[in-house]
């Protein structure tokens, strides 16, 4: 018995070894498990965290991709990956998309698209979606697996969005700049090979990116670049003392008043470098749209001058509020006004620098910059364009250089002026344009630079070579033979292919006639159907030399009644010069019928590689008739006519006027009181004419024709004459009150029988329809009648010209990029220093003014005071970007020939000495401080106004949308696009970050 026990506990305990070792087989067995788990676990992980590191590169990769097209590329600003859909109606219904281009539209996607795709909630085109996010992407492939460890191949799935605020939205100061949306994702994906769809799940493994990119040009009224980061200071305004003779009724002889010239801003304004303001300078913000004064370093606002910057927020926080400079006693105003001071600790004052975009960028090869590229090395005009011009037999690589390319192209390299500081022959831009280098100049009343001349109407742009460029021919015919004549017109067609008849009407006959300006029949992008009788055309200009232009882009076309809405940028190697009034269109502000789809949906961009400068001596586009010498005096070079040169052309082209709200606000688009027709307002322009007979003992007669009708002179203005014609003028002659000396003439362009308006509308002309009631060339000409029988008949000499009331508007975004903006400021009106206001006080009388039996005088009482500006309002609507600004001495002597009006038309009003000539009625001026006009100012009539030159801001800049919301440019795939072509951007992105919610 004992013997079994121990047998039996012996069975037990191998049986409770087995079962332990079991047990730890087990244990070692899960041990094992959880250890292969924990690597295969592990080594998932590092491949995911691999595929995240590489899809974080590879989204990195797209934004950068992103950024380099839109700073590099040809279309710059414009630049939008094609969608991976680029046509939907490709498809099977079932949300598959083929590459077959079932519908024949002539577009094809370049890939197929199955709903297997991982990439399809991305890639599926937004209308299947109803634009709802995700969805219009395109793919960028970045290769396969490499050698290199952990360089996976992926791909980024890409996107910009450009929405601005549109009209009626809150504003959104993010939605001005350009979204960059990058999908980073590790694995290539084949559409031809299913079997690739495995390398990503569905909408796996990702990360998403978002970049900003600016424009930078379209965001400021005044943007002060300082592209060289140098440390210098800009100025804006000048402290300049004018003198006024008071408002008062009934007109007095008071004491002059004297007070500073008014720059108004009406809009944003930033500066890269350190900003003074002198003078008085009122800035009226929309603090709603985002306006502010940022300077990203000191503000300086000297108090020893007078100088004074008057904030004004539109909204009604505050009205002309004193701002200080960084020195005193900072006041951020609710953060309009903001400077770079970061050791305050202040958020607000800490402004960064801001990218300055760059036109001449290299792009290609061998230095290519953009604008040539989309010019001279353009392709072929589209055939639609030139359907009466066939440029087939050029070539794809000629047709561009000689400016039949889908850009317009012009070698005008002999028109640049380069300043130099050579001992011998030393030239100065600055120099020349104040008048003490006289090159260029024809007489002191006219500068005329070397330049192409570029005028434009709604349906054709005129081109003129410059006389420094008469040999070398680069207007070329459509086989590109040399074009003989100085000038050509490229004109629209119906953009159809169908043949049109040239443009006639208001037209020089005797010049080219080319069908080669871009327009095709305009789609309503709300609607997405064609509208009847309205055109649409872009067009890049590219000219190597100086650029003169002027004209109205768009609008209505009087000869085929017609309409056009056209995007224009226009570039210059050189400088830039605006002659006059540059109009978006011709409609005023709330037009019916078609004309509505068209009004204000315009655009002209004008960028030049150096200067920008409003040429003021070609306001009235005077002919080049050379100036002859006078022994001395103020008019020592004036215009002589004689019977070899009889003529003298004048083109009249009145811009819309502007009329503002009592707190300085501007009117809605749509409101009338935002684009008044000259013709409406209570007093019809005058042509101001200081002339004479050449010679004392000789006389001389003129007449003056407009628009093809004979001028006929006010019967108050009965001149002895020995021609009983009215319509001639005679001066001059032994019977005369003053043989041989210059007389100041002033007289309204209305008939002096029957009191009817001769400028457009109210003349119909040579136009089959209605004409414009701005923005159309009124042809002037002043001819030396040498049929009048005038006794002694000697030449005709004219000192001075003008012609006011008038507006000029500049309606265009400009950039000089290495230089200025800058206001020629020319002569005064009245040369004779002689005839002030002053002077009138103590004589009672106009100078030269003599006692006479018949009580005429020399001197018109219109005829201003020497030291007075014409009653002209210069208008700056759209935005000004400049390197550093101009001089405050060229600043102070542009603001006191033009930055103001006098409150009266010279000695109308004021009562004459004994014996001398009544002066008449006391005439305001219209955009005097107590005109209809008066100004921006605050407060309205009476409250300081009477500015000759108001900056304005053209929100469409950062809005490119039309009242109705309709956008101003989209591309073929429906993206919305900035308001002018082709802009450049600024370097860099704003911003790099993670996807908000991705």
């Known amino acids: 018995m004992i013997t079994t026990n121990f047998k039996t506990r012996r069975r037990s305990v191998h049986a409770q070894s087995l079962t332990v070792a079991i047990i730890v087989l087990f244990l070692l067995l899960f041990l094992g498990g959880l250890f292969i788990a924990l690597i295969v676990n592990n080594m998932r992980a590092g491949q995911t965290a691999a595929k995240g590191s590489a899809a974080d590169k590879f989204a990195e990769a797209g934004l950068t991709y992103m950024d380099d097209q839109l700073t590099k590329s040809p279309e710059g600003a414009d630049w939008r990956p094609v969608p991976f859909v680029a046509d939907p109606l490709d498809t099977d219904g079932n949300g598959n998309y083929n590459d077959q281009d079932t519908n024949g539209n002539g577009r094809r996607n370049a890939e197929p698209l199955r709903t297997s795709d991982p990439d399809y909630d991305w890639l599926q085109p937004c209308s299947a979606t109803s634009n709802v996010e995700p969805c219009g992407y395109s793919r960028v492939d970045f290769g396969g697996r490499t050698p290199s460890a952990g360089n996976l191949g992926g791909r980024a799935l890409i996107k910009l969005v450009y929405a601005p605020t549109r009209p009626g939205e809150t504003p959104d100061a993010n939605r001005q700049y350009i979204q960059l949306l990058s999908v980073g994702r590790a694995g290539i994906v084949d559409p031809s090979d299913p079997t690739t769809f495995a390398s990503s799940e569905g909408k796996g493994q990702r990360r998403e990116k978002i970049g900003f990119k600016a424009i930078e040009l379209t965001r400021f009224l005044r943007f002060i670049t300082n592209r060289d980061n140098r440390s210098v200071e800009a100025a804006l305004g000048a402290p300049t003392n004018v003198s006024d003779p008071p408002f008062v009724t009934p007109r007095t002889s008071a004491a002059p008043e004297v007070h500073q010239v008014e720059s108004v801003y009406h809009g944003p304004i930033h500066s890269n470098a350190p900003l003074t303001f002198n003078g008085i300078n009122r800035l009226l913000f929309n603090g709603p749209r985002g306006d502010t004064l940022t300077v990203s370093s000191n503000l300086n606002i000297p108090t020893t001058n007078g100088t004074q910057v008057l904030l004004t927020d539109l909204s009604g926080a505050f009205t002309n509020a004193s701002v200080v400079g960084s020195n005193g006693v900072f006041n951020p105003y609710l953060g309009l006004v903001r400077d770079h001071a970061p050791q305050t600790g202040n958020p607000l004052r800490n402004v960064a620098r801001v990218g300055v975009p760059t036109i001449d960028q290299s792009i290609g090869e061998n230095g290519l910059t953009r604008y040539r590229a989309l010019t001279r090395d353009s392709e072929p005009m589209d055939a639609r364009y030139v359907n009466a011009n066939d440029i087939s037999g050029l070539g794809t690589n000629q047709a561009g250089r000689i400016g039949w390319?889908?850009?317009?192209?012009?070698?005008?390299?002999?028109?640049?002026?380069?300043?130099?500081?050579?001992?011998?022959?030393?030239?100065?831009?600055?120099?020349?344009?104040?008048?003490?280098?006289?090159?260029?100049?024809?007489?002191?009343?006219?500068?005329?630079?070397?330049?192409?001349?570029?005028?434009?109407?709604?349906?054709?742009?005129?081109?003129?070579?410059?006389?420094?460029?008469?040999?070398?021919?680069?207007?070329?015919?459509?086989?590109?033979?040399?074009?003989?004549?100085?000038?050509?017109?490229?004109?629209?067609?119906?953009?159809?292919?169908?043949?049109?008849?040239?443009?006639?009407?208001?037209?020089?006959?005797s010049v080219r006639k080319l069908e080669a300006y871009p327009a095709q029949p305009y789609v309503n992008p709300l609607t997405n159907t064609a509208v009847p009788g309205v055109w649409e055309g872009e067009y890049v200009v590219y000219a190597e030399g100086n650029i003169r232009i002027r004209g109205t882009a768009g609008g209505l076309d009087p000869e085929t009644l017609r309409y056009y809405i056209r995007h224009l940028t226009v570039v210059s190697g050189a400088n830039i010069y605006v002659d006059g009034n540059l109009l978006k269109d011709n409609l005023p502000a709330n037009p019916s019928g078609v004309a509505a789809q068209v009004r204000g949906r315009s655009s002209i961009a004008l960028l030049a590689k150096d200067y920008v400068v409003v040429n003021t001596t070609q306001f009235l586009t005077p002919s080049d008739n050379l100036a002859g010498p006078e022994a001395s005096g103020s008019d020592a070079r004036a215009i002589f006519m004689r019977p070899d040169s009889p003529v003298f052309n004048l083109r009249l082209t009145q811009g819309p006027a502007e009329r503002f709200q009592a707190n300085g606000a501007r009117f809605a688009e749509t409101n009338p009181d935002s684009r008044i027709a000259p013709s409406s307002l209570p007093l019809p322009p005058s042509i101001f004419l200081r002339h004479s007979a050449a010679e004392v003992n000789g006389a001389t007669a003129v007449w003056l024709g407009v628009n093809d009708s004979f001028f006929r002179f006010p019967l108050a203005y009965a001149w002895p004459n020995a021609n009983p014609a009215?319509?001639?003028?005679?001066?001059?002659?032994?019977?005369?009150?003053?043989?041989?000396?210059?007389?100041?003439?002033?007289?309204p362009l209305k008939d002096g029988l029957n009191n009817t308006n001769l400028l457009f509308p109210d003349t119909a002309g040579p136009y089959a329809g209605p004409a414009p009631s701005f923005g159309i060339d009124n042809m002037m000409t002043l001819s030396l009648d040498v049929s009048a029988g005038v006794p002694n008949q000697t030449d005709y000499r004219l000192s001075r010209f003008g012609v006011a009331p008038l507006d000029i508007r500049v309606e265009a975004l400009i950039y000089a990029q290495d230089g200025s903006f800058f206001i020629i400021p020319g002569p005064w009106l009245n040369p004779d220093p002689n005839d002030t206001y002053e002077a009138y006080l103590t004589r009672g009388s106009r100078a030269g003014d003599n006692l006479t039996a018949t009580g005429l005088g020399r001197i018109d009482p219109s005829y201003p005071f020497y030291g007075q500006p014409q009653d002209i309002r210069i208008t700056l609507f759209g935005a000004i970007a400049e390197n550093l600004p101009a001089d405050s001495s060229d600043q102070g002597a542009w603001l006191e020939k033009w930055g103001w009006v006098p409150n009266y038309f010279g000695s109308t009003g004021l009562p004459p000495a004994p014996g001398y000539a009544s002066q008449g009625t006391a005439v305001p001026t219209l955009h005097g401080p107590n005109g209809v006009l008066p100004g921006p100012q605050p407060g309205g009539v009476g409250n300081g106004g009477g500015s000759g030159i108001v900056y304005l801001y053209d929100e469409k800049l950062v809005s490119p949308y039309a009242t109705d919301g309709a956008v101003l440019r989209r591309d073929e795939y429906g993206n919305t696009l900035p308001m002018a072509p082709r802009l450049p951007v600024a370097p860099g992105l704003l911003f790099i970050g993670e996807t908000p919610g991705a």
């Open 726 to 747: 009215l319509t001639t003028l005679a001066m001059g002659g032994p019977t005369t009150i003053e043989p041989g000396v210059y007389f100041d003439h002033v007289f």
């Open 405 to 509: 390319g889908s850009g317009f192209y012009l070698d005008n390299r002999e028109d640049i002026q380069s300043a130099s500081e050579a001992l011998v022959g030393a030239y100065s831009p600055r120099a020349n344009w104040i008048g003490t280098d006289t090159r260029w100049w024809n007489g002191d009343n006219r500068y005329t630079p070397p330049a192409v001349v570029i005028t434009l109407t709604p349906r054709s742009m005129i081109i003129q070579r410059s006389a420094t460029s008469i040999n070398r021919s680069f207007l070329r015919d459509n086989t590109g033979r040399r074009i003989n004549q100085s000038t050509v017109i490229r004109y629209s067609g119906m953009g159809t292919g169908v043949a049109d008849t040239a443009p006639v009407a208001g037209l020089p006959a």
